[in-house]
C-alpha cells in the first residue's frame, strides 16, 4: 500500500465524529485524483478502542481508501520492525519504546506516531485532524480544509493553485511545507475559568508565556485569542501567510518536515507538538493559513465547575508547558542564528545541530529563572481563587494547582 497523503486524527477518547468526519474527508479528496489514506491513532488501551474498531471496519466496507486503525499492538508491530531494522542497541530500543509509547498523556506522540507511519506508507503529506473537532458544514456540505491544503503544500508560494495574499516578492519562491487554520467554536487553549473572573488574569498568563512582549502586544493578544475572538463565519476561501502562528496543530498540513524532526517526546506537557510547524518557521519558510476552520467542540473536562480533577491536570500541564516554552524560546534564539533555507533540503537537515541548540537553551534559562516563573504562575492561581470567593464561585480547584506548584517546583 502507497499513498501520498495521510489524514489522521489522534486520540484518547471515543471519537465516533471526528472519524466518520475526517475519513470521508480523505474519501472526498482522493476523488479529486489525489492518493489519500486515513488512519485513526489510538493513544491508549480503554473501552473507546473496541468501538473503534467496529467502526473503522464499517468505514473500510463503505470507502474506496485505506483507512488504518493504529492500535497499541499495531503501534508495537511496526516499532519493533523499524527497531530491528535500524539494528540499535537494546538501551536505544528501549529508549524508542518508552518515548513512541508512553503510559502517561503525550500530546507530540500521537503525531510522531502519524508520522512513522506515513513514512511507511510513502506518503510525504500529512493531514491532522483533532479528535475533538468537526469539518464546518456549510449550506448542507461539509467544508474540508484538506481541498485547500493540497493546493498549497510542497509548492512555491507562486506556483500554488490559489493566490497566497500578504506575500513579499522573496516569499514567493520559498515553498510551503505548513499550512493550517484555525478553529470555529471553543479556542485552542482553554482559559475559560480565568476568563470567566477576570481579564487581568488572562494578561498575567500571556506576560508569563511572552515575557519580553510590550504591555500593548500582550493585551491585543489576550483581546485576540480570548476576550475578542474572530469569530466570523466561513464566506469564501483564501489563503495568506501566517507571520502571528494562528494556525493550529489540531488542524494542520505538513509537507517532509515529519520525516526529519519528530514532535517533542514530554508526557503531562501541552504544546509539544508545535516543533515541526516551528521548524518551518526557523528555516524562513513561509506558514500558509487558510480560511476552511473547523468546529472544535467545548469540552466540560476542564471546567472547575464540573471536573476539578480534570481542571487540575491541565492546569499542571500548562505549567509545565510553561517552563519548556521559555526554553523554547532561548532555543529559538540560536536555531535563528544558525537555520536557513538549506535546512529545508532533507539531505541537508543538521539534527545535530538542532540538538546543540536545544542544549545550549538549557544551559541559558538557569534554575532561578525558572523558579520565578513558576511562583509567578502559583500567584495567579492564587488570585483565582481569591476572585472565585467573591463571586460566589469554589475557590478551591485553584487552591489545589497553587499549592501543588508550590510543593512540587523545588523538584
Avoid at 530500543?93 to 502519524?114: E, I, M, V
Avoid at 498568563?205 to 485569542?225: G, M, Q, T, Y
Avoid at 488542524?251 to 524532526?261: E, K, R, V
Wanted: with cysteine; proline share 4%.
Amino acid at each position: 500500500m502507497r499513498v501520498s497523503h495521510l489524514l489522521f486524527v489522534p486520540t484518547n477518547r471515543l471519537c465516533e465524529g471526528a472519524v466518520h468526519a475526517y475519513a470521508r474527508e480523505a474519501q472526498a479528496l482522493e476523488e479529486t485524483g489525489r492518493s489519500f489514506a486515513f488512519a485513526l491513532i489510538e493513544s491508549n488501551e480503554a473501552s473507546h478502542v473496541t468501538r473503534h474498531t467496529e467502526l473503522v471496519r464499517a468505514l473500510r466496507d463503505r470507502l474506496d481508501i485505506p483507512v488504518i486503525h493504529f492500535d497499541l499492538a499495531r503501534q508495537e508491530a511496526v516499532l519493533a520492525t523499524a527497531v530491528e531494522e535500524a539494528m540499535v542497541d537494546d538501551a536505544t530500543a528501549s529508549w524508542a519504546r518508552a518515548t513512541l509509547l508512553p503510559s502517561r498523556p503525550s500530546y507530540g506522540a500521537g503525531p510522531t506516531k502519524a508520522a512513522l507511519l506515513a513514512c511507511l506508507l510513502g506518503a510525504n503529506n500529512l493531514h491532522r485532524r483533532d479528535s475533538d473537532t468537526v469539518p464546518q458544514n456549510i449550506n448542507g456540505s461539509p467544508l474540508y480544509p484538506a481541498e485547500l491544503e493540497v493546493r498549497v503544500l510542497g509548492r512555491r508560494v507562486h506556483e500554488a493553485d490559489s493566490v497566497v495574499v500578504g506575500t513579499e516578492p522573496a516569499e514567493r519562491e520559498k515553498t510551503v511545507l505548513c499550512t493550517a487554520t484555525d478553529y470555529q467554536g471553543a479556542p485552542a487553549l482553554d482559559r475559560g475559568a480565568f476568563a470567566r473572573l477576570s481579564v487581568d488574569l488572562l494578561i498575567r498568563h500571556e506576560e508569563l508565556d511572552h515575557p519580553d512582549a510590550n504591555p500593548s502586544d500582550i493585551r491585543a493578544r489576550v483581546d485576540r485569542k480570548y476576550v475578542h475572538r474572530d469569530q466570523t463565519g466561513y464566506s469564501s476561501d483564501y489563503l495568506v501567510i501566517d507571520d502571528t502562528g494562528r494556525g493550529e496543530m489540531g488542524a494542520c498540513a505538513i509537507a517532509n518536515l515529519f520525516a526529519i524532526l519528530p514532535e517533542m517526546p514530554l508526557t503531562e506537557t501541552l504544546g509539544t507538538d508545535y516543533f515541526v510547524r516551528n521548524l518551518s518557521f526557523r528555516m524562513g519558510l513561509p506558514v500558509v493559513y487558510h480560511s476552511r476552520r473547523i468546529l472544535h467542540l467545548e469540552s466540560h473536562d476542564r471546567d472547575p465547575r464540573n471536573n476539578v480533577d480534570g481542571f487540575f491536570q491541565y492546569s499542571i500541564r500548562e505549567a509545565r508547558f510553561k517552563v519548556l516554552r521559555r526554553i523554547w524560546q532561548a532555543m529559538n534564539r540560536h536555531l535563528d542564528t544558525v537555520f536557513d533555507l538549506r535546512h529545508a533540503d532533507l539531505q541537508s537537515f543538521d539534527s545535530d545541530l538542532y540538538a546543540r541548540c536545544a542544549d545550549q537553551a538549557v544551559q541559558e534559562i538557569s534554575d532561578t529563572e525558572l523558579l520565578a516563573l513558576i511562583a509567578t504562575l502559583q500567584g495567579i492561581f492564587r488570585d483565582a481563587a481569591e476572585a472565585a470567593v467573591h463571586l460566589g464561585d469554589d475557590d478551591s480547584p485553584f487552591w489545589s494547582v497553587a499549592s501543588y506548584l508550590q510543593r512540587e517546583a523545588p523538584r
